[in-house]
């Protein structure tokens, strides 16, 4: 932060030397060797950022109120930056077979609060984590343009109740889903809690409450921007229930969206638990399954089902490491394309972390070949 500082003090020092160093061809020597002691202090004391004399335009007593140029003391700034590289060997036509792709992701956190409970949040992201071959790990997504990816307000409600509300900011925000895998992989680090758990962002409100025994219950809603809950909108809403103990955990989520066309309705259930045993070197354990119901579809293709099941390594050598698999969003009647990834993660600083992945996803199309990828994700934050 100090070479940030100085990054912004930098321009700004630059830009008061310039008028002084255009004007000293006019300073008249004598004058100033004429200067009476007093007269000398004063001109000194004019550069004195300690002033007592506040120097504002006529009328605007009290506008500023000694303001540094820094963070309030409840405001803080987290940066953090992915550089991907990777290549996938697969029939898929729209990925570019064997070739060699990079990319980055990029993400500024603000978060401050105003009575010590609440708290404002601002997400802003530049990415290319997109890119044909390194598409399966986490990223943002939106190009190089550095965009707000979500404004949300959180405080409490009382002493067991929470509340959100934002914009870009997702449904879910305040659900707990009770899974202990946290792999890069784009496919399977949602525990198969797909669609359920509504993301996506829009307009978002939502409550969370715990009943301080291990069980909580959120609800969260979210719509479109330009016509908040109203016949216009597309709209979706879901119901979390979860309990926690002290190596286990269990939740349901149950989520109803409107399609875009607002004709009708698609419903999904997630169940999601997981078990970290006590001893060491024995892996946690995550599983997760949803099932959905597609509204005004065919009846023999309504039904869509997801499956994920993970172990995850906390100490592994000097790292972590996971194994998973699992299928998304299967049709009924279509064969389930399970995708298999396996990681290991090693931090080689407190704020560098390297991350390789391998995974294979299969093809069912007669012919093709499943898909195979090799990636490595550095990960900075500072």
Do not use: R
């Not at 002084?20 to 007269?39: G, K, Q, R, T």
């Not at 990816?149 to 929470?162: C, E, H, I, R």
């Not at 997702?170 to 525990?191: R, V």
């Not at 607002?262 to 001893?279: Q, S």
């Amino acid at each position: 932060m100090k070479l940030f500082k100085s990054l912004l003090v930098a321009p700004a020092a630059l830009g008061l030397l310039a008028p002084i160093s255009a004007n000293a061809s006019e300073v008249n020597l004598n004058d100033i060797s004429n200067y009476s002691d007093v007269e000398s202090i004063d001109f000194a004391n004019s550069f004195d950022n300690d002033a007592k004399e506040d120097t504002l335009i006529a009328g605007g007593e009290g506008l500023v109120d000694s303001y540094d140029g820094s963070f309030s003391e409840t405001t803080t700034a987290s940066f953090s930056a992915d550089m991907y590289l990777g290549a996938t060997d697969t029939d898929d036509a729209t990925v570019t077979d064997d070739a060699v792709n990079a990319a980055y992701s990029f993400q500024i956190d603000l978060n401050t609060s105003f009575t010590g409970e609440d708290s404002l949040d601002i997400s802003l992201d530049a990415g290319t984590s997109g890119a044909t071959g390194v598409a399966e790990f986490d990223g943002n997504t939106g190009g190089d343009t550095l965009t707000v990816d979500g404004v949300s307000y959180t405080f409490p409600l009382g002493d067991k109740t929470t509340v959100i509300a934002g914009i870009d900011t997702d449904g879910s925000a305040l659900f707990t889903t009770a899974c202990a895998y946290g792999g890069p992989g784009n496919m399977l680090d949602d525990c198969a809690n797909v669609s359920a758990g509504i993301t996506g962002g829009g307009a978002t409100v939502g409550a969370a409450y715990d009943f301080g025994t291990g069980f909580t219950a959120a609800f969260g809603a979210q719509t479109t921007e330009s016509a908040v809950f109203t016949d216009e909108s597309q709209d979706a809403y879901a119901l979390n229930a979860a309990y926690t103990a002290d190596s286990y955990g269990l939740s349901v989520t149950y989520g109803v969206i409107e399609n875009a066309a607002k004709t009708n309705e698609d419903t999904y259930t997630a169940f999601n638990g997981y078990y970290v045993p006590d001893a060491s070197g024995f892996p946690s354990f995550s599983i997760g399954y949803e099932v959905g119901e597609k509204g005004g579809v065919a009846a023999a293709s309504d039904e869509v089902t997801s499956f994920m099941v993970g172990l995850s390594w906390d100490e592994v050598g000097p790292g972590s490491a996971g194994i998973a698999l699992g299928h998304s969003s299967t049709a009924e009647g279509d064969d389930e394309a399970y995708q298999y990834e396996a990681y290991y993660s090693y931090d080689i600083n407190d704020g560098m972390t390297i991350t390789p992945l391998i995974f294979t996803k299969e093809n069912h199309t007669a012919g093709k070949d499943d898909t195979t990828g090799v990636m490595v994700k550095t990960s900075f934050s500072f």
